[in-house]
């Protein structure tokens, strides 16, 4: 299988899997990169806005910012579409996430996103992790948003490949529950869909915080480069999405409930739930036209197995929406339960190896 067909690589040799800061390494510098764009091709070519743009830290005033200001501290990660890394913003001291995507927006689309971005700066949920700003530079769009210790990707491959163990129920509930109340901020306050629901796309610290991230402007841009070239499967879309004979028919945000459960699925086992497929075709006949993924593993409760099948309905009609999720006995349970989360997640960023071994881990995980 050529690496453009094979899930999640983007059709890059990328490392999928870097060290989640620890006690030990948080307040080290990561070495400098030898270039501050990384290895992004830049696109000097497109028309864009000036290269700046404006930055809103907690607790300090609206700026205005260049890339000048960002001091880079090294990559934490690489996706498809471009990679993250923590830099410093030089006037205040404050390390953030910088995520920059290669744009191949004109400079109309590029104000549109801006304005658009704006409102998510605003935005005051705290299960959303915060995006502060964002500028295009020579067609690259950077964001700056809140720097979290981990992604649940490289968390549960630590718990169940490399330790050995099975994350609590517990666990798997409050982020459940920080996920849903995450998605319904964004629909009903900020009227979207997130559309790229994914173990990713869910961060973790270590003061026991979970928070969505990836939506908006970020979001925009992959699909606008997505629409461009093959950018290959999209394991976590819903039935209603891929299947080529409904596309008329739209979706809703049932689609997000779907990804949502196949991102449950493998925190629950530890595994992607559909066996590797190579081609788009593969893709398809699994998704749209086997039985969807049940989760039956005994060590979770009736509660947490219902819940996860719910959101893998593959019927559209038959899958809740956040309000009726939020109303299952999975949730209503956790909302009460006073848990330790923060504890959880240290002692196991604290037990993470290194990154080369949480590489070899990764790739030899299947999606
Ligand atoms: N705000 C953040 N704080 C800490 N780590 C982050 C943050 N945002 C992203 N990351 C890390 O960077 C990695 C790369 O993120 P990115 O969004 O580029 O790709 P991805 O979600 O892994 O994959 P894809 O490009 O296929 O969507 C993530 O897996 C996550 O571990």
Same mark, same amino acid.
């Given at each position: ?27 080290? &510098?990561?070495?400098?990169?030898? %270039?501050?764009?990384? $290895?992004? +091709?830049?696109?000097?070519? @497109?028309?864009? !806005?000036?290269? =700046? ?43 953030? &996430?910088?995520?920059?995507?290669? %744009?191949?927006?004109? $400079?109309? +689309?590029?104000?549109?996103? @801006?304005?658009? !971005?704006?409102? =998510? ?247």
């Amino acid at each position: 299988m050529s690496d453009n067909n094979r899930i999640g690589s983007g059709g890059t040799s990328r490392p999928r899997f870097v060290l989640p800061l620890t006690a030990s390494n948080q307040n080290r &510098a990561a070495p400098q990169s030898a %270039s501050p764009i990384g $290895q992004l +091709q830049t696109q000097p070519g @497109l028309p864009g !806005l000036p290269p =700046v743009g404006q930055l809103k830290l907690p607790d300090q005033p609206e700026r205005q910012f260049s890339v000048d200001d960002l001091e880079d501290l090294g990559e934490i990660g690489r996706g498809a579409f471009g990679s993250v890394n923590r830099m410093r913003f030089k006037p205040t001291g404050s390390v953030l &996430a910088v995520k920059r995507i290669r %744009s191949t927006v004109d $400079q109309r +689309q590029q104000k549109n996103m @801006l304005l658009e !971005l704006n409102v =998510v700066v605003n935005c005051e949920c705290p299960f959303i992790a915060r995006s502060y700003g964002a500028l295009f530079k020579e067609g690259d769009c950077w964001i700056c948003m809140e720097l979290m210790d981990t992604s649940l990707d490289k968390f549960y491959r630590v718990v169940y490949h490399h330790l050995n163990e099975v994350i609590p129920e517990v666990v798997i509930a409050q982020v459940s529950l920080a996920t849903v109340k995450a998605l319904n901020y964004l629909k009903e306050k900020l009227g979207m869909m997130h559309r790229d629901v994914k173990p990713s796309n869910i961060l973790a610290d270590r003061s026991g915080r979970v928070k969505l991230c990836d939506f908006g402007i970020a979001g925009k841009l992959v699909d606008s480069i997505a629409k461009t070239r093959d950018a290959g499967c999209r394991p976590y879309m819903a039935p209603e999405r891929i299947d080529y004979q409904r596309v008329g028919e739209g979706y809703d945000v049932r689609s997000d409930v779907w990804s949502l459960g196949i991102s449950l699925y493998e925190l629950c086992t530890g595994r992607f739930p559909y066996k590797q497929w190579g081609t788009m075709f593969e893709q398809l006949e699994q998704v749209v036209k086997s039985e969807p993924p049940r989760l039956t593993d005994a060590r979770f409760s009736e509660e947490a197995r219902n819940f996860v099948n719910l959101c893998l309905s593959k019927d559209v009609k038959k899958r809740p929406k956040y309000r009726q999720l939020l109303q299952q006995p999975f949730l209503e349970q956790c909302a009460q339960d006073s848990v330790d989360i923060a504890a959880y997640f240290c002692s196991v960023l604290d037990r993470s190896p290194d990154e080369a071994r949480l590489n070899e881990l990764l790739a030899a995980v299947h999606f």
